[in-house]
């Protein structure tokens, strides 16, 4: 009955991606630890890159720094 | 000063029903183990049914499936 | 299909304890929102107190404190 | 490689105080713990008021409880 | 950089075990979001049964019940 | 009533080091969003390198090549 909570920044999965995270993550737990998929949650959280920080700066941040050195 | 935190899809639960989820929870806490009900934190988080997956599935696909099946 | 994760500090809470948090957790989110027992997960997580800050200090040194003070 | 999760009631809290909450985390765990600010993740979570309980309330019910009593 | 939780029962999982979980759900998020294995976090949790709750009970009771019914 | 949950390999932070965190985490959210020291949580979990997966790789064996590489 495993429990995993995947967190990813707000930035456009749609439902058919979190849809196949949730079959590949449910997959590999009944295959490594023989866990039954019955009783296996996903849960996926998206964040607003404000919300998110990375190397002590806000991911919104670096999105623009990324863009403008483009 | 325990923290509880809960998870539920988000489905129309009402901010009477969430009320009452944190009464509840904070006053079995006092109850069963003499916790302060002034610092028990409830945190309660609803989770889009594309973002929550059970049996390998999305709970969206789910419910089509089972509205399909009545 | 909820998750229920509660957060208390390591202070000798019994199995007997814990299982009435769980049984009452449970019965609460079936009577409050509908919620099916079956697939409702309670994770207890039990915390050192040199760990769990609250007011800025370990709750280890708030415990100290409120000894000498008796 | 740290991960911190703040979690902070939504009450307005804005972009720049977001990021100095994430510089100043990320600084902390440098200076105490050595960590490397590339690999610290740090997430905040604003929480709805409604969703949010303390002392077996919603913080909805305190704010207004507050403002009554102004 | 996304951030995975993993929650187990404490049930005998080997560090070769989790490590082909981290390795799995790393290699999925690349394939499925792009995201980078470099900035993936993967955190697995094992947690004992008197501390994990299904249907109103601890796990441990589950076992011994599912033990004694063999 | 911020909530923070800090989570850091087990290697050896010592109770003084936490008790920084402690005191750091919650003297940041009272100078940059003026919150309650007295109503502000910090809970620190230390994970076990096996658990911690970077790069798809548990810590425990980035920590071995980073000895052997010396």
């Not at 920044?9 to 991606?17: D, K, L, P, V």
């Not at 295959?31 to 991911?59: C, H, M, S, Y």
């Amino acid at each position: 009955m495993p429990f995993v909570n995947i967190q990813i920044t707000r930035e456009g999965a749609t439902a058919e991606q979190k849809a196949e995270l949730i079959a590949g993550v449910t997959e590999l737990l009944a295959r490594v630890l023989n866990k039954n998929p019955a009783t296996t949650f996903v849960i996926i959280d998206e964040v607003d890159t404000d919300n998110w920080g990375i190397g002590g700066q806000p991911v919104t941040a670096l999105r623009l720094a990324a863009k403008a050195g483009r």
